[in-house]
């Protein structure tokens, strides 16, 4: 019995992909070249948000040189066009399209042949776009919401109500109120499952308080480590053998923007100190009021 002849399924080509390379430093886990910002360089649009504002300004002043260039050398293809510019001036062409682009329009120099008003209509959209374009990058990098947000160095595990509790400590550095304040923590770690193929595997970690309604100050962040907890039964050395990492994400609605602001952190084996706590920095007057001293606010003692 013969079968029919199936012709065999030609696979597309595919643009190849860059690899991504971890490194473990420190205890953390580190993506090569994540949240550098030449790296983004086929997303045009996201490149000039992240480029730094010293580039910014680079780029958009090339653009435009060249932009000018380009319609300059339109220019002088129209030979004698350009009325009181001298013939095959490049300096007095560029100059006129750059007049051109800003809508200035001093009247020393106009077009004066139908080549020359093609051009200079083309050159007058062009410069209508550019500028909005422009305004909106500008706009979009200035009006990118932001949070102060600082995280203790280290995260430490210390009994609290006779129970093993992972804790660090958060603060808002500006001097108003995050709104509906939620922190999450994941466990990021290394395991082999039962078919013996690896896996990076992440687990919610449960907090004592995971949403405030206003984060004006601090914030202590607590997980107790019970049954229940993936850290439960763990060591220092267990964490470094599976390349732990404590993440942590941080979101809210800014009150002076009403916009959602963000932060997030992470600790890594080396960060997580065993036994020791945090030095209190809430302190009281002598006339009876409190005050937080956040010169201490890193700062960890051992147990006794």
């Not at 079968?3 to 993506?31: A, T």
């Not at 086929?42 to 932009?67: E, K, M, N, Q």
């Not at 500008?138 to 009994?159: E, K, L, Y």
């Not at 400590?169 to 995050?178: P, V």
Request: glycine share 6%; aromatic share 12%.
């Amino acid at each position: 019995m013969k079968f029919p002849f199936k012709k065999p399924v030609r696979q597309q080509r595919q643009r190849s992909q860059p690899i991504v390379h971890l490194k473990y430093r420190n205890g953390n886990v580190e993506i090569m070249g994540l949240g550098v910002w030449h790296s983004y360089w086929r997303d045009p649009y996201h490149l000039l948000l992240t480029i730094p504002w010293s580039g910014f300004v680079l780029v958009i002043f090339a653009v435009y040189v060249a932009i000018n260039t380009l319609f300059a050398l339109a220019y002088l293809l129209g030979g004698d066009c350009i009325a009181n510019a001298r013939p095959g001036s490049f300096l007095d062409v560029f100059f006129f399209s750059v007049q051109t682009l800003a809508s200035i329009g001093y009247g020393a120099m106009y077009p004066k042949t139908n080549y020359a008003n093609i051009i200079v209509t083309i050159e007058a959209i062009a410069g209508v776009m550019g500028i909005a374009m422009m305004t909106g990058l500008a706009f979009a990098r200035f009006s990118r919401p932001t949070a102060r947000v600082i995280f203790s160095r280290v995260a430490v595990i210390v009994p609290y109500e006779q129970a093993p509790t992972l804790m660090f400590r958060t603060a808002n550095q500006r001097r108003n109120l995050i709104l509906e304040a939620q922190m999450r923590v994941y466990l990021m770690r290394d395991e082999i499952t039962a078919e013996g193929e690896f896996m990076r595997r992440i687990y919610d970690l449960k907090l004592l308080r995971q949403q405030t309604p206003g984060f004006a100050l601090s914030w202590s962040v607590m997980h107790i480590i019970d049954e229940s907890s993936p850290l439960y039964g763990v060591t220092p050395d267990s964490l470094i053998q599976t390349n732990s990492v404590l993440m942590i994400s941080l979101t809210g609605i800014d009150e002076t923007v009403a916009q959602v602001v963000h932060a997030r952190h992470s600790y890594g084996t080396n960060e997580i100190l065993w036994n020791h706590r945090f030095v209190d920095i809430l302190h009281h007057t002598s006339d009876g009021h409190r005050y937080i001293d956040y010169n201490h606010f890193h700062d960890v003692l051992p147990l006794e």
